[in-house]
């Protein structure tokens, strides 16, 4: 797959006088490339950069120093999908209901539970931009080097996109499947490529209409710092910042959010500055300003006094704000009605979707937004601490023992409200809402690490570092931001959706080192002037080793009796858990330690609860660099291999139960890469 890039630097550093010295940064980028769909689709990528910085720095006095900063960056980005501007296939088929703009022509997206989905790339161009305007000033003043700073920064987010204009059916087999007394499918039953032989979906969903979009974004911030080094042996960092991210505003005001009525009996549609009939006017970000964003930061550094080698105690308190966790909320927010084509729905007994008719099964009365957030949301934040031991040992040795603590707060959950845990003709109650995601800042985290660290300073031609984690992360929600989130499963149960964190490693192994030639340094038994001395001399050989226990996975569930509603709801319906001990003499996990639910029922099992594949890499460099006697000609040559034994490192498994690969590698992480370098210097 082709990706090109060509990138352009200037550096220019003045002494303007004696007390102010300006310096200027400039670097442009265009690339070009691109992506590879499953079946074979390729979708051109294209888009540019631009990154510039003034900075001034003026010396008030011998010991206050100011520090100004003003940045510009601009940065465009564009894909076009390999259907775009072709024929207009879904209306070729009699599917009714799709985005007339050529961009979005194409067949439909399709999801099965047991294949491979039939997807292109969403086509989009970005055009965002931001300004930033910061000041510093340090001041020096006895044992106290105090810092106060303030910063304003502007983005502009210009998007050109429709997010699911070709639209998208879901297929699990429910057309094809035997039911039971109630009216809902029994598990085992139907075949998902049956029912798109049949054309009969089991939901479909679509979003497109008014595709430009025009974000405004505001930054203020400020932060007054003091190192204090109350004696030589200790110094302690006392500060406090605060920052105010303004939710994101559309230009023209088009975005749209749900008022929510109390219990979530009712919902009705809101623009910015409209008054929402039950909690009154919503403003032009259709969330509530966050105001309270203070962030303590407390620090301090201790040599222990009368030991024989150097003990360095370190230990730090802080609390830091997401303000980027807005970004996501805008384009989800504004492509719905009643400025753009909104909708998800199931199939159901008194309404069956169809091909031809499934993008427009909904009644013209009903509230069709999919997406909607708390606009009583607040900004994410972190609290972490750790504490540090580090000792210095013979022979330019040192050892780090360490602990580290995160808890997060107020992260995204993801829920879709009145939903029932699946089968046919469950829908939204919230009166004449056909089903929305909504999203709320109520989640929560912990992570607690212990690390060692043992380092050898160069000496005698080596040096090397090695770096091992004992970890666990527990939340309710992975990301911090919400970016990638599952919703949850049962909207009245959250507790149930307490586990591990996706990105928890038990284990972790870091290991790197550099080996220099030994010819030509004291002792070396070969003469560094004779011709085996010059040619074996200054060569260096350099390395890494990765070891990590796997990241968990979830045992789900798909297929009929899977509940859809919302795009964002599949594959959030978990398996249920049999009992049996997850440990199996072959293949990754037991795979009858799970198994589907009963019809209308949610699994019981927990989220995150099988260990992932493990990872294990080595790396390696081999160079030197050859000088030209007294001058600055240089050349280098350098060879680098990633993954050098090939160790193939699964990076995924199929967790769905009631899908053919179930238990089977789904993906795998690089294969070994080989690079020469040769560079001459002038």
């Given at each position: 797959v082709p990706q090109n890039t060509d990138n352009f630097g200037v550096r220019i550093q003045r002494?303007?006088?004696?007390?102010?010295?300006?310096?200027?940064?400039?670097?442009?980028?265009?690339?070009?490339?691109?992506?590879?769909?499953?079946?074979?689709?390729r979708d051109a990528?294209?888009?540019?950069?631009?990154?510039?910085?003034?900075?001034?720095?003026?010396?008030?006095?011998?010991?206050?120093?100011?520090?100004?900063?003003?940045?510009?960056?601009?940065?465009?980005?564009?894909?076009?999908?390999?259907?775009?501007n072709g024929a207009d296939v879904a209306a070729e088929l009699g599917i009714a209901g799709t985005s007339t703009n050529p961009l979005n022509y194409g067949p439909p997206n399709l999801n099965f539970t047991n294949f491979g989905a039939l997807s292109d790339a969403t086509p989009i161009l970005t055009r965002n931009q931001s300004q930033n305007a910061s000041e510093s000033i340090i001041w020096s003043h006895g044992a106290h080097?105090?810092?106060?700073?303030?910063?304003?920064?502007?983005?502009?987010?210009n998007t050109q996109t429709d997010q699911n204009g070709r639209g998208t059916f879901n297929f699990t087999g429910v057309a094809t499947s035997a039911f039971d007394a109630r009216g809902l499918p029994v598990s085992g039953t139907g075949f998902d490529l049956a029912d798109f032989l049949l054309g009969l979906p089991q939901s479909s969903s679509i979003r497109y209409g008014d595709s430009s979009t025009y974000f405004r974004q505001n930054l203020w911030s400020g932060y007054a710092q003091d190192d204090?080094?109350?004696?030589?042996?200790?110094?302690?960092?006392?500060?406090?910042?605060?920052?105010?991210d303004s939710p994101l505003s559309e230009k023209y005001g088009r975005m749209a959010n749900l008022d929510i009525a109390p219990g979530y009996t009712a919902v009705a549609v809101v623009t910015p500055g409209a008054i929402g009939p039950y909690s009154g006017e919503f403003p032009s970000g259709l969330i509530d300003p966050d105001l309270n964003n203070f962030s303590p930061r407390l620090a301090l550094a201790w040599k222990v006094p009368k030991i024989k080698r150097s003990t360095i105690v370190r230990a730090g308190y802080g609390i830091y704000y997401n303000g980027q966790a807005y970004s996501p909320f805008g384009l989800r927010l504004a492509g719905q009605p009643p400025f753009a084509v909104s909708n998800s729905v199931n199939t159901s007994p008194q309404q069956v979707l169809m091909l031809a008719t499934g993008f427009l099964a909904v009644s013209p009365t009903e509230v069709t937004n999919t997406y909607a957030i708390d606009r009583n949301y607040r900004t994410p934040y972190a609290q972490t601490w750790n504490l540090t031991i580090q000792h210095e040992l013979p022979r330019g040795f040192f050892v780090e023992l360490g602990y580290l603590g995160t808890k997060g707060t107020r992260l995204d959950v993801q829920t879709l409200p009145n939903e029932g845990p699946g089968g046919l003709g469950q829908r939204n109650q919230l009166g004449n809402a056909v089903g929305f995601t909504y999203d709320s800042s109520v989640g929560n985290s912990i992570y607690h690490a212990l690390q060692v660290?043992?380092?050898?300073?160069?000496?005698?031609g080596i040096s090397m570092s090695a770096f091992y984690s004992y970890s666990k992360s527990i939340d309710d929600s992975s990301t911090f931001g919400g970016a990638g989130n599952t919703v949850a499963q049962n909207w009245l149960d959250l507790a149930a959706e307490r586990g591990l964190s996706s990105f928890d490693r038990r284990h972790s192994f870091d290991m790197n080192w550099v080996l220099t030639s030994p010819v030509g340094t004291p002792g070396s038994r070969i003469a560094a002037d004779r011709l085996a001395g010059r040619l074996l001399r200054d060569w260096t050989l350099s390395g890494s080793f990765v070891a990590q226990t796997g990241t968990p996975l979830t045992a789900r569930v798909l297929g009929n009796t899977a509940r859809l509603a919302q795009t964002g709801g599949i594959g959030s319906g978990r398996a249920n858990a049999t009992g049996l001990d997850l440990a199996s003499a072959s293949g990754f996990f037991?795979?009858?330690?799970?198994?589907?639910?009963?019809?209308?029922e949610f699994g019981d099992a927990g989220?995150?609860?099988?260990?992932?594949?493990?990872?294990?890499?080595?790396?390696?460099?081999?160079?030197?660099?050859?000088?030209f006697g007294e001058?600055?000609?240089?050349?280098?040559?350098?060879?680098?291999?990633n993954n050098v034994l090939n160790h193939v490192n699964y990076s995924n498994i199929n967790t769905v139960v009631n899908a053919t690969n179930y238990g089977l590698p789904i993906s795998a992480a690089s294969m070994r890469s080989l690079t020469a370098v040769l560079r001459f210097r002038f």
């Open positions: 002494n303007v006088t004696k007390k102010d010295r300006l310096s200027l940064r400039l670097n442009l980028q265009r690339r070009e490339g691109a992506n590879d769909q499953v079946f074979g689709f990528t294209s888009g540019s950069g631009l990154n510039t910085n003034l900075g001034w720095t003026r010396n008030l006095s011998p010991r206050i120093v100011s520090n100004a900063q003003v940045t510009f960056n601009r940065n465009r980005n564009e894909t076009t999908p390999f259907f775009a080097t105090f810092t106060w700073g303030f910063q304003f920064s502007r983005s502009d987010l204090w080094k109350v004696r030589p042996s200790l110094t302690l960092n006392l500060g406090v910042r605060y920052e105010y660290r043992a380092t050898q300073r160069f000496r005698r037991n795979l009858a330690a799970f198994t589907a639910p009963p019809a209308g989220r995150n609860t099988i260990p992932g594949p493990g990872l294990a890499s080595l790396n390696a460099a081999f160079g030197r660099s050859f000088q001058s600055r000609r240089r050349l280098e040559l350098r060879l680098e291999a």
